[in-house]
């Protein structure tokens, strides 16, 4: 995702003021992990927006340097674990892609990403893709939420506001109305057409759509302090992530692709979680990596994930 992300939280971040082969052979508790057994073979090209692309985390050598895309992101990651040369990878994720960068050049703060779908051809074997969260506006849904969030422990000084209290929720939903549900609705079918492309451009390639990891834990009042947000509005927010997801489960099995769910291993491992534990950073990162974007942790935990799908099959 990154924001379009990325400019979107240096706002929230104002506001919120008061309040491989190294490591992928090893589970993200440190547990050893399984052998794989008939992996795929390059060529690999991997294609997806920034929780792909891994910005800032250290190893930033690819070009356009506005994709802020790192060398050890799950790609990379992936790529070394398969043994792959150099000429059998192409990583064409780029921070803030939509599924219409996946189409057309992206303009980036510095250069241009090449439509990132120009990397298949007839001889590709493997593709992963990781997209759809800039698609329905994740990052400015949070930058949002957070502002409501700040607005809510101010009050919250003054009045006794119950803590199910939901602000965002309430500006996106009402009634029937669920205008992020509609996103995401939106968004499949425009993954899809993603997919039938990749199809048609690679027709023995094996094709992965990788799901985001947990962003926000399971009990909201756990999450104000790091993320700046009422507690009712993480567990919407975190309902909705979960909606993307199934999301492109759903549309990876229609595709006949496989789905990498990289949700239920980060679970536990959300922004909120311990330094030493997450997988994905709060607003204000105590690791190198992006606001409410995976770390060098997460991106191994997701490389781990893309592998035991490999390793099954799906």
């Not at 508790?29 to 052998?35: L, Q």
């Not at 192409?90 to 189409?103: I, V």
């Not at 079918?189 to 834990?217: F, M, N, Q, S």
């Not at 980060?266 to 330094?275: K, P, Q």
Request: hydrophobic share 40%; with cysteine; aromatic share 4%.
């Amino acid at each position: 995702m990154r924001t379009r992300l990325g400019i979107g939280l240096a706002t929230a971040l104002s506001c919120a003021a008061l309040v491989t082969v190294v490591g992928v052979a090893r589970d993200g508790d440190g547990s050893a992990a399984a052998s794989l057994s008939g992996p795929p073979r390059g060529p690999y090209v991997a294609l997806g927006d920034s929780y792909t692309a891994g910005p800032d985390i250290p190893g930033r050598r690819a070009k356009p340097a506005g994709c802020d895309r790192s060398d050890r992101n799950y790609p990379a990651l992936v790529a070394a674990e398969l043994g792959l040369e150099r000429a059998e990878f192409r990583d064409m994720s780029c921070s803030g892609a939509t599924t219409g960068d996946l189409f057309k050049a992206q303009d980036t703060d510095s250069g241009t990403n090449p439509a990132q779908l120009s990397a298949v051809s007839a001889g590709t074997r493997l593709v992963t893709v990781g997209i759809g969260g800039n698609d329905i506006g994740f990052g400015e849904l949070i930058t949002g939420c957070v502002k409501a969030g700040v607005r809510y422990r101010l009050e919250s000084r003054i009045g006794d506001l119950a803590p199910d209290r939901a602000p965002c929720r309430a500006q996106h939903t009402s009634g029937d109305t669920d205008e992020i549900g509609t996103r995401i609705a939106a968004t499949g079918g425009r993954v899809a057409d993603v997919l039938a492309d990749i199809r048609r451009r690679a027709p023995e390639a094996r094709i992965y759509l990788v799901g985001y990891p947990t962003i926000l834990p399971a009990r909201g009042a756990d999450c104000g302090r790091a993320m700046g947000l009422a507690p009712g509005d993480v567990t919407f927010l975190r309902q909705k992530e979960q909606q993307l997801n199934a999301m492109l489960r759903s549309t990876a099995a229609d595709a006949g692709a496989g789905y990498v769910d990289t949700y239920a291993p980060s679970d536990g491992r959300d922004a909120c979680a311990e330094a030493d534990v997450r997988w994905v950073e709060p607003l204000i990162p105590a690791a190198p990596a992006a606001p409410v974007h995976p770390n060098e942790r997460g991106e191994r935990g997701m490389a781990q994930a893309v592998l035991r799908a490999f390793r099954a099959g799906g």
